[in-house]
């Protein structure tokens, strides 16, 4: 999460820095943990898992990978046996730091605000593209494509019956910009007028009319009761998926006042959203019911509980006792449940949200060689890696560095497929000076066994196809974070990767890879071609013409080898024969089939 070419890059990309440090967080055990449960078992955003909510990433830590999407079962309005009183239990993994929507950052945190709140827009569980939620349709932008206009649905109301307004919004909106609200996700506003600089402001120094002043200035507008509009700094065609996210979701001011520092609690914490919070017995479990004034009607079941399991063996247990109606499978339940046929029948494929590369420091030899690169990337088998290491989780054996699921993937760019013979010439190319760098070399990575065995696999694979010796660097999971903070030179060679805090390209390559973007600066890639590329596609209004602007964008960025893509995250459940009509989505927020979560249902049994 971090950089773009179009907008105020240099601030915008500073400030995604906080948000690199909590990717790394997720990074520690091979990729991005967006949860404490193996490392936080759920920690984040994005973009993010202390909650089930995210089975995809949830079992990334436990080794992960495989993108299957959810079949669509019928609705239960077309079912008979549908029981509308049926709880459903999940696990989430660990108490929640904040729920509070402006707030939240790490999935655990946004998993539970998405059961009480929806925004403007919301995503399409199908194609992840952004939908109208709360707006009455898709955003009317002028010719420059900065500035936005949503109007709101007819009769939006919140869980008590009281009227949602555009005035709720835009206090939510701009709550969300607050500087005395600290809150991590500020920076995907920062292409707002004026968002930034209030931001950014040190609440210590500044008076509470410099505060106000700067509050004034912010280009997110109220016109009507259902009219809200958002102007922009610069054109920036990717603010839709932007609209629905967590930081605008509507909390209502009177609730934050009444509440205070406890609003969270249930008795205020009043959404719009497809279920409300009724209980939370902290440390233990939270308890929501379906909202009855939800813009698409009632879900199909009366109440949801989710329990904080910290233990995934311990969830496995719960879930085979039949107190759980789900659970992530982790590797080393793997052969447990291939060897049970029940068990066996019950395994759902979840698709995933992130992707994991090698990263190259390119400031310095050996990787400043663009041939050595990719003769490092084109010199281990991936598929090799998935089935005897990982386990869990699909190959970057084709596609580039947009995972499966999401806009922007391309199944057509296979330009760092395994070929131990191209990798050979290539590392032969390399220019003298910098395969002199190739002594001494070092791959560092997180300590912990997984990671260990993930090492040793690749660097045996290196040694085997292109006669490298590369010698482990193990380095306690603070102090590898430690290593990629701002200002630091990285490792020569180390793993990283990234996942999505909104499905666009944008928060791929913009983010990510332009110049500065949060890998870019880890690696030192800079490409004046793929920065004018994604900052063309940025701006582009034009849908088709800026998906092959990002797909150029993506090829060259392998072909560069800005890094070695290795796997894509996805995960395994498994699932009671009686829970119907989830369809997968990598992002699902709080629960499997979120964004459908009206076709969910309990059969009756």
Same mark, same amino acid.
């Given at each position: 999460?971090?950089?773009?070419?179009?907008?105020?890059?240099?601030?915008?990309?500073?400030?995604?820095?906080?948000?690199?440090?909590?990717?790394?967080?997720?990074?520690?055990?091979?990729?991005?943990?967006?949860?404490?449960?193996?490392?936080?078992? !759920? $920690?984040?955003?994005?973009?993010?898992?202390?909650?089930?909510?995210?089975?995809?990433?949830?079992?990334?830590?436990?080794?992960?990978?495989?993108?299957?999407?959810? $079949?669509?079962?019928?609705?239960?309005?077309?079912?008979?046996?549908?029981?509308?009183?049926?709880?459903?239990? &999940?696990? !989430?993994?660990?108490?929640?730091?904040?729920?509070?929507?402006?707030?939240?950052?790490?999935?655990?945190?946004?998993?539970?605000?998405?059961?009480?709140?929806?925004?403007? !827009?919301?995503?399409?569980?199908?194609?992840?593209?952004?939908?109208?939620?709360?707006?009455?349709?898709?955003?009317?932008?002028?010719?420059?494509?900065?500035?936005?206009?949503?109007?709101?649905?007819?009769?939006?109301?919140?869980?008590?019956?009281?009227?949602?307004? @555009?005035?709720?919004?835009?206090?939510?909106?701009?709550?969300?910009?607050?500087?005395?609200?600290?809150?991590?996700?500020?920076?995907?506003?920062? #292409?707002? #007028?004026?968002?930034?600089?209030?931001?950014?402001?040190?609440?210590?120094?500044?008076?509470?009319?410099?505060?106000?002043?700067?509050?004034?200035?912010?280009?997110?507008?109220?016109?009507?009761?259902?009219?809200?509009?958002?102007?922009?700094?610069?054109?920036?065609?990717?603010?839709?998926?932007?609209?629905?996210?967590? &930081?605008?979701?509507?909390?209502?001011?009177?609730?934050?006042?009444?509440?205070?520092?406890?609003?969270?609690?249930?008795?205020?914490? %009043?959404?719009?959203?497809?279920?409300?919070?009724?209980?939370?017995?902290?440390?233990?479990?939270?308890?929501?019911?379906?909202?009855?004034?939800?813009?698409?009607?009632? #879900?199909?079941?009366?109440?949801? $509980?989710?329990?904080? &399991?910290?233990?995934?063996?311990?969830?496995?247990?719960?879930?085979?006792?039949?107190?759980?109606?789900?659970?992530?499978?982790?590797?080393?339940?793997?052969?447990?449940?291939?060897?049970?046929?029940?068990?066996?029948?019950?395994?759902?494929?979840?698709?995933?949200?992130?992707?994991?590369?090698?990263?190259?420091?390119?400031?310095?030899?050996?990787?400043?060689?663009?041939?050595?690169? !990719?003769?490092?990337?084109?010199?281990?088998?991936?598929?090799?890696? %998935?089935?005897?290491?990982?386990? &869990?989780?699909?190959?970057?054996?084709?596609?580039?560095?947009?995972?499966?699921?999401?806009?922007?993937?391309?199944?057509?760019? $296979?330009?760092?497929?395994?070929?131990?013979? @191209?990798?050979?010439?290539?590392?032969?190319?390399?220019?003298?000076?910098?395969?002199?760098?190739?002594?001494?070399?070092?791959?560092?990575?997180?300590?912990?066994?997984?990671?260990?065995?993930?090492?040793e696999w690749v660097q045996a694979q290196w040694k085997t196809n292109l006669g490298v010796n590369v010698t482990l660097d193990p380095v306690q999971s603070t102090a590898y974070s430690a290593l990629f903070k701002k200002g630091k030179d990285s490792p020569q060679l180390f793993l990283l990767g990234w996942c999505a805090d909104f499905?666009?390209?944008?928060?791929?390559?913009?983010?990510?890879?332009?110049?500065?973007?949060?890998?870019?600066?880890?690696?030192?890639?800079?490409?004046?071609?793929?920065?004018?590329?994604?900052?063309?596609?940025?701006?582009?209004?034009?849908?088709?013409?800026? @998906?092959?602007?990002?797909?150029?964008?993506?090829?060259?960025?392998?072909?560069?080898?800005?890094?070695?893509?290795?796997?894509?995250?996805?995960?395994?459940? #498994?699932?009671?024969?009686?829970?119907?009509? %989830?369809?997968?989505?990598?992002?699902?927020?709080?629960?499997?089939?979120?964004?459908?979560?009206?076709?969910?249902?309990?059969?009756?049994?």
């Amino acid at each position: 999460m971090s950089a773009a070419a179009p907008i105020d890059a240099s601030s915008y990309r500073a400030t995604k820095w906080a948000g690199f440090a909590r990717q790394l967080d997720r990074f520690h055990d091979g990729g991005r943990a967006w949860h404490k449960q193996e490392e936080e078992r !759920m $920690t984040k955003p994005r973009s993010g898992l202390g909650v089930f909510a995210l089975f995809v990433i949830a079992s990334l830590l436990v080794s992960a990978c495989t993108s299957t999407p959810g $079949t669509t079962t019928p609705s239960a309005s077309a079912v008979s046996n549908v029981d509308p009183n049926a709880n459903i239990t &999940i696990n !989430m993994g660990s108490e929640p730091d904040t729920i509070d929507p402006q707030k939240s950052s790490f999935v655990g945190e946004i998993g539970q605000a998405a059961m009480v709140f929806e925004g403007l !827009m919301t995503f399409d569980s199908k194609t992840t593209a952004p939908i109208p939620a709360a707006a009455a349709a898709q955003p009317k932008w002028d010719a420059a494509a900065k500035t936005y206009t949503y109007t709101l649905r007819d009769g939006l109301k919140y869980s008590d019956g009281a009227p949602l307004t @555009a005035k709720n919004f835009e206090y939510s909106f701009l709550r969300g910009c607050d500087p005395t609200q600290a809150g991590d996700y500020a920076f995907v506003l920062y #292409v707002v #007028v004026g968002c930034e600089e209030w931001n950014t402001m040190d609440t210590k120094t500044a008076t509470p009319a410099e505060l106000d002043a700067a509050k004034a200035k912010v280009g997110i507008k109220a016109t009507d009761d259902k009219t809200i509009v958002f102007t922009l700094k610069e054109a920036a065609s990717y603010f839709v998926p932007i609209s629905a996210l967590w &930081i605008g979701w509507p909390v209502r001011e009177s609730d934050v006042k009444k509440g205070g520092d406890t609003w969270t609690e249930p008795a205020t914490y %009043i959404g719009n959203g497809p279920l409300k919070l009724t209980e939370w017995k902290h440390n233990e479990k939270m308890v929501y019911e379906r909202n009855d004034n939800w813009r698409k009607g009632k #879900v199909q079941f009366k109440t949801l $509980t989710k329990v904080m &399991i910290n233990e995934s063996a311990v969830a496995f247990a719960a879930y085979r006792n039949n107190e759980l109606d789900m659970a992530a499978v982790a590797a080393p339940d793997l052969r447990t449940v291939e060897s049970d046929p029940e068990l066996k029948s019950q395994v759902v494929d979840t698709p995933g949200s992130c992707t994991f590369y090698y990263g190259f420091n390119v400031r310095r030899p050996p990787f400043d060689d663009p041939n050595i690169r !990719m003769a490092f990337a084109k010199s281990f088998d991936r598929q090799a890696f %998935i089935t005897d290491v990982q386990k &869990i989780g699909k190959a970057a054996v084709s596609g580039g560095f947009i995972p499966p699921g999401f806009p922007g993937y391309d199944e057509s760019d $296979t330009v760092q497929k395994f070929d131990v013979a @191209a990798a050979k010439d290539l590392l032969a190319k390399g220019s003298d000076a910098s395969k002199a760098g190739l002594t001494d070399l070092k791959y560092t990575y997180a300590q912990s066994a997984v990671n260990q065995t993930r090492a040793e696999w690749v660097q045996a694979q290196w040694k085997t196809n292109l006669g490298v010796n590369v010698t482990l660097d193990p380095v306690q999971s603070t102090a590898y974070s430690a290593l990629f903070k701002k200002g630091k030179d990285s490792p020569q060679l180390f793993l990283l990767g990234w996942c999505a805090d909104f499905p666009d390209p944008q928060n791929w390559h913009s983010t990510v890879w332009a110049t500065g973007g949060v890998s870019a600066a880890r690696t030192g890639y800079s490409s004046a071609q793929f920065d004018k590329l994604t900052g063309d596609a940025d701006k582009e209004p034009d849908a088709t013409k800026r @998906a092959d602007l990002y797909k150029q964008a993506g090829q060259l960025l392998s072909k560069d080898a800005a890094a070695a893509w290795i796997w894509y995250d996805a995960g395994k459940r #498994v699932q009671k024969p009686w829970i119907k009509g %989830i369809i997968d989505n990598p992002i699902d927020y709080g629960i499997p089939g979120y964004f459908s979560l009206e076709q969910v249902y309990v059969a009756k049994r």
